[in-house]
């Protein structure tokens, strides 16, 4: 799993399955149609890869669901922050989500590759009003500097 923000291996995932049976097929054609045709599905090697890519999935979906939400900055004025989600995206009024700023990047200077990134903690917004595809909030500063567009939101528990 790749951060695509940042280009960063978020997290790499290894799913194996083994063949246990074997499987006998007749296949034919009239008129130029399969008849009695085994489809990949049916066969052992495609029982093993419906397994495994379930297992992927699941590992895929657990991985997500450890990581914090993360939308960015649309805007900030006059102590109003943007984000670049709503409703649509779970956000409701209440919420509270950290402003953070990527600090140092680190990167594999023969791939490129981000290897680690930091950020810094700027404050905190707490959600007002929420539409569809945007939500916004007063900000609360625990650093000297505004948001900037671009800069990330991570939504705190509750």
Do not use: C
């Not at 130029?32 to 489809?39: R, V």
């Not at 495609?46 to 939308?71: C, F, K, S, Y």
């Not at 905190?124 to 945007?134: F, H, L, W």
Request: glycine share 12%; net charge neutral; aromatic share 6%.
């Amino acid at each position: 799993m790749i951060d695509t923000r940042t280009g960063a291996v978020v997290k790499t995932i290894k799913v194996r399955r083994n063949i246990n049976s074997s499987n006998v097929g007749f296949t034919g054609a009239a008129a130029g149609m399969p008849i009695g045709a085994n489809g990949f599905g049916a066969t052992p090697l495609g029982e093993a890869v419906r397994h495994a890519m379930n297992d992927a999935v699941i590992q895929i979906a657990r991985t997500l669901a450890a990581m914090p939400w993360r939308g960015q900055v649309v805007k900030f004025e006059n102590g109003i922050v943007w984000a670049n989600v709503g409703a649509e995206g779970g956000i409701h009024a209440g919420d509270q989500l950290s402003v953070e700023r990527v600090g140092e990047t680190l990167t594999d200077p023969a791939t490129g590759e981000v290897l680690s990134q930091s950020s810094v903690e700027l404050g905190m917004v707490t959600i007002s009003d929420v539409q569809p595809r945007i939500a916004w909030g007063a900000y609360r500063a625990a650093k000297p500097g505004d948001p900037a567009r671009g800069d990330f939101l991570v939504l705190q528990p509750r």
